[in-house]
């Protein structure tokens, strides 16, 4: 599985909320600067080549919907950023997060709860 551009990344998430979509129906989710239909068009085509999108043809427009799970997507580029980052390491994620003020004692609390149940 081949990592996404940033743009890419952004009309995946759009496609796994739609479910299915054609063009125009994936630019009006767009909440920044919108593309050009064009360049849309080919970020989304750039997507099926890499396999992460399909299509089903309605006469010469497609309506296009993920052949990627976002599961497995945030599952294997979540492994990699933390590899990379963290030196492989969940604690040195944690209390990256910790440090930085972004996780709360509450949330690391339910976060050992749900540890402990398993």
Do not use: C
């Amino acid at each position: 599985m081949e990592k996404l551009t940033n743009k890419e990344e952004e009309i995946m998430q759009i496609l796994w909320k739609l479910e299915k979509a054609f063009v125009k129906e994936v630019m009006t989710e767009i909440k920044d600067e919108k593309p050009h239909y064009n360049t849309l068009s080919t970020i989304i085509r750039n997507l099926e080549e890499k396999g992460y999108v399909s299509y089903n043809a309605f006469g010469k427009t497609h309506q296009y919907f993920p052949m990627v799970k976002m599961e497995d997507y945030r599952k294997k580029f979540m492994n990699t950023a933390i590899d990379t980052y963290f030196n492989s390491s969940y604690k040195n994620m944690v209390s990256f997060f910790a440090k930085e003020e972004k996780i709360s004692a509450e949330e690391l609390r339910e976060i050992l709860a749900m540890i402990e149940k398993k």
